[in-house]
């Protein structure tokens, strides 16, 4: 195994998951041990509101039963996923903070957050240009929703709510999102722009989402659809241990990469996973022997499910463990590679995972031209 590394860990100090199996780790590594779907059936909209397709819903969820009451009014499902996500990874800050030396830092100004979602909500865009056409003129619109529809609503409402001051972005890569949100974290830790950040993704599945996808005829007929937020806690691997703040697991290499239109025959998403991957590792320090475990993201189309499936043949040269987590969460576009890491994390906590075999790889491959991957190495 090669032991030279190009990049500093990650450490992951805190995770908040909102998915189909309700909140929190415990709750999806039960999941995917059993290898049942995640809550198939909408709670905050007619079912019949949905096309006639597989689906993975967050269960029961309301705000208010997490936040209370003062301030919700006017947030959408999607912001409410990312405020609930939050408060789960930062329970344990003020703990942590308080037990490293020289006394708490300065937890707000330190901490921001990079969030993925290609187009924040669907719904709440959605309702508001359907009231535009319909009321009696169009600027009779609630403006207390407007807020809603910019694509940085969440990353801003999670910032606001808990006072961060650091960095605040929202990267928009399609199914790679999550991937983008990852790198850009470790850039912005690099140079000092954070000490910690909350880093991950969000997706709300709402009629008009499902529509939206339906309509294209590209998904599989047997593929769910899912909705969720998983949001991770992460500082600089050598700080956290200095503190002796406890570790959920290292973000390691992560690459991503545009080959440009799906049209265009002369890029071929396998061969550019395969590099994503080989680069990744190689800035690891580590070798494809060393994966014990792969969460591909493809699935739920055919043709990136191939592809996804020859880019890690190609660049593994052989078939590690796969944890598939397209029947239990669904394909939650923005959010799926960080629901994956957290798949992935579960799994481990669960005691999955191959014996001895401490290293995890998420891949992802979109319709739109993004491939991407992260490399996880389990804690102790």
């Not at 590594?29 to 198939?40: D, K």
Request: net charge positive; aromatic share 4%; glycine share 14%.
């Amino acid at each position: 195994m090669t032991t030279t590394t190009a990049v500093r860990p990650l450490a992951v100090t805190g995770h908040g998951v909102v998915s189909p199996a309700g909140l929190g780790l415990d709750r999806l590594a039960e999941l995917l041990r059993t290898g049942q779907p995640g809550c198939s059936r909408p709670s905050a909209d007619d079912p019949a509101e949905f096309p006639a397709r597989p689906l993975r819903l967050v269960p029961e969820f309301r705000l208010a039963d997490h936040l209370g009451r003062k301030g919700i009014r006017h947030l959408d499902r999607l912001t409410g996923f990312g405020l609930v996500a939050c408060k789960l990874a930062l329970a344990g800050l003020s703990e942590m903070d308080s037990a490293g030396p020289g006394g708490p830092p300065d937890r707000e100004a330190d901490t921001g957050v990079v969030l993925g979602t290609s187009t924040g909500s669907i719904r709440s865009v959605s309702t508001l240009a359907r009231d535009t056409i319909t009321a009696d003129r169009p600027y009779q619109v609630n403006p207390s929703q407007f807020p809603n529809t910019v694509m940085n609503s969440c990353a801003g409402h999670v910032a606001i709510w808990n006072s961060l001051r650091g960095v605040n972005a929202t990267m928009a890569g399609g199914h790679v999102s999550s991937l983008h949100a990852v790198r850009y974290a470790r850039t912005a830790i690099r140079l000092g722009r954070a000490s910690r950040l909350l880093v991950g993704g969000v997706e709300e599945l709402s009629p008009q989402f499902a529509w939206a996808w339906h309509r294209t005829g590209t998904l599989l007929p047997a593929a769910p659809l899912g909705e969720g937020c998983a949001l991770f806690l992460v500082e600089d691997a050598a700080a956290a241990a200095a503190a002796g703040r406890p570790r959920l697991a290292e973000l390691l290499g992560c690459e991503v990469s545009f080959i440009g239109a799906p049209s265009d025959r002369r890029h071929d998403p396998g061969a550019a996973l395969a590099g994503c991957v080989e680069r990744a590792l190689r800035r690891s320090g580590l070798d494809p022997a060393d994966v014990g475990t792969v969460v591909p993201g493809a699935g739920s189309q055919l043709a990136l499910a191939h592809a996804e499936r020859r880019g890690l043949a190609a660049a593994l040269g052989r078939s590690p463990e796969l944890l598939r987590t397209g029947d239990a969460l669904g394909d939650s576009y923005s959010a799926s590679g960080a629901l994956q890491l957290a798949a992935l994390l579960a799994h481990w906590r669960n005691g999955g995972g191959p014996a001895g075999a401490g290293i995890g790889l998420v891949t992802s491959v979109g319709g739109d031209g993004n491939v991407g991957c992260l490399v996880v190495r389990r804690a102790g």
